[in-house]
């Protein structure tokens, strides 16, 4: 069977005024049929770039894309009839109501009679009171819900999400991923992009990380949290830590987490914390998770490529 999706040495150079910037090196991997599978990255890491050539809104300067097989650019209407793509930035016709915007979104997939369908997404995706709304009323979350069933009215086979649930609320959350879920029990594959790493933890069965265009970590979620099975001592301040703890501290806020791997870690953490006079509240000692794995991984993985390359003499 092939792949879902299968990207084959792929790279993508972008010339700037400082030269040429290199957004994506030597990058390959298959997505199985039926899998959830997560692409993480800081900013910049190129991951957008990636699902642009996936949806052939960009082309690759190296390398090759498929779905089910099909070419992205030889191929391009069969490989995408069977993506759906949901994009990151909230683009509408504002003239039409919400059951009209997903009927003419079916007309270019060529679908008709497809009313059954939408009557599911809308329901699914929470949206079956607003389906006589314009568009132009609806809120952004609401919107975000449309052009998630927008993306899905074809019924394809793989559905791509760029992060979708950036600034979105728990409502919204809840009901997308209860529903996407869903669709992957039914075996539908799911490609996510997303900064929100609970997400991926909860959701996602095999993970690719990339650092400056290169994947620098592909493996089940499983093992990527038990490669750094560490325990992390997590508690709250409002002082300075020691310097050598502050080190090795990751700190968000007045919350501040230190990798302990055993007790006696964990006694000579609390110990230097006591002598460095810093009061702690809620202290709790946890498994590490998925974010403490990424900065682990993308502060191990160095730099990679200078950001830009020399241009060619
Ligand atoms: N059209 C373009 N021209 C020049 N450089 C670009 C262009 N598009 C992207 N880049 C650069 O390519 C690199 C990868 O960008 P990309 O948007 O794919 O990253 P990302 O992982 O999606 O980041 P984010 O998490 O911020 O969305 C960045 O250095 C970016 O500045």
Same mark, same amino acid.
């Given at each position: 069977?092939?792949?879902?999706?299968?990207?084959?040495?792929?790279?993508?150079?972008?010339?700037?005024?400082?030269?040429?910037?290199?957004?994506?090196?030597?990058?390959?991997?298959?997505?199985?049929?039926? /899998?959830?599978?997560?692409?993480?990255?800081?900013?910049?890491?190129?991951?957008?770039? =990636?699902?642009?050539?996936?949806?052939?809104?960009?082309?690759?300067?190296?390398?090759?894309?498929?779905?089910?097989?099909?070419?992205?650019?030889?191929? +391009?209407?069969?490989?995408?009839?069977?993506?759906?793509?949901?994009?990151?930035?909230?683009?509408?016709?504002?003239?039409?109501?919400?059951?009209?915007? &997903?009927?003419?979104?079916?007309? +270019?997939?060529?679908?008709?009679?497809?009313?059954?369908?939408?009557?599911?997404?809308?329901?699914?995706?929470?949206?079956?009171?607003? #389906?006589?709304?314009?568009?132009?009323?609806?809120?952004?979350?609401?919107?975000?819900?449309? &052009?998630?069933?927008?993306?899905?009215?074809?019924?394809?086979?793989?559905?791509?999400?760029?992060?979708?649930?950036?600034?979105?609320?728990?409502?919204?959350?809840?009901?997308?991923?209860?529903?996407?879920?869903?669709?992957?029990?039914?075996?539908?594959?799911?490609?996510?992009?997303?900064? +929100?790493?609970?997400?991926? /933890?909860?959701?996602?069965?095999?993970?690719?990380?990339?650092?400056?265009?290169?994947?620098?970590?592909?493996?089940?979620?499983?093992? &990527? =949290?038990?490669?750094?099975?560490?325990?992390? =001592?997590?508690?709250?301040?409002?002082?300075?830590?020691?310097?050598?703890? #502050?080190?090795?501290?990751?700190?968000?806020?007045?919350?501040?987490?230190?990798?302990?791997?055993?007790?006696? #870690?964990?006694?000579?953490?609390?110990?230097?914390?006591?002598?460095?006079?810093?009061?702690? /509240?809620? &202290?709790?000692?946890?498994?590490?998770?998925?974010?403490?794995?990424?900065?682990?991984?993308?502060?191990?993985?160095?730099?990679?490529?200078?950001?830009?390359?020399?241009?060619?003499?």
């Amino acid at each position: 069977m092939n792949p879902a999706i299968s990207f084959q040495q792929v790279g993508k150079t972008f010339q700037t005024p400082r030269g040429a910037l290199n957004a994506l090196s030597d990058v390959s991997f298959d997505i199985q049929p039926g /899998e959830f599978f997560g692409l993480l990255g800081p900013n910049g890491a190129g991951k957008t770039t =990636l699902i642009s050539i996936l949806a052939g809104l960009a082309r690759a300067t190296a390398g090759r894309v498929t779905v089910h097989g099909h070419d992205v650019v030889d191929d +391009y209407a069969a490989a995408r009839k069977s993506l759906g793509i949901v994009p990151q930035e909230l683009v509408f016709d504002p003239f039409f109501s919400v059951r009209e915007s &997903l009927r003419i979104q079916s007309g +270019y997939f060529g679908v008709r009679g497809n009313d059954a369908w939408i009557s599911e997404l809308l329901e699914g995706l929470g949206l079956a009171d607003k #389906a006589g709304a314009n568009m132009r009323q609806l809120s952004g979350g609401m919107k975000r819900r449309v &052009l998630v069933a927008q993306a899905l009215v074809h019924r394809p086979p793989v559905i791509v999400l760029d992060e979708p649930t950036a600034g979105v609320d728990v409502e919204l959350r809840q009901t997308l991923w209860g529903f996407i879920a869903r669709l992957n029990r039914e075996g539908h594959t799911v490609l996510l992009t997303t900064h +929100y790493l609970e997400e991926a /933890e909860a959701l996602c069965g095999r993970i690719a990380m990339l650092k400056q265009g290169r994947v620098v970590a592909l493996d089940r979620t499983s093992n &990527l =949290l038990a490669g750094t099975a560490s325990t992390m =001592l997590r508690f709250k301040t409002d002082d300075p830590l020691p310097p050598d703890l #502050a080190a090795q501290a990751r700190v968000t806020g007045r919350i501040a987490q230190v990798k302990a791997p055993d007790a006696n #870690a964990v006694e000579s953490v609390l110990a230097r914390l006591r002598a460095a006079g810093v009061k702690v /509240e809620d &202290l709790e000692i946890g498994r590490a998770d998925l974010e403490d794995v990424f900065l682990e991984i993308m502060q191990g993985a160095g730099s990679v490529r200078p950001a830009v390359a020399e241009e060619a003499a």
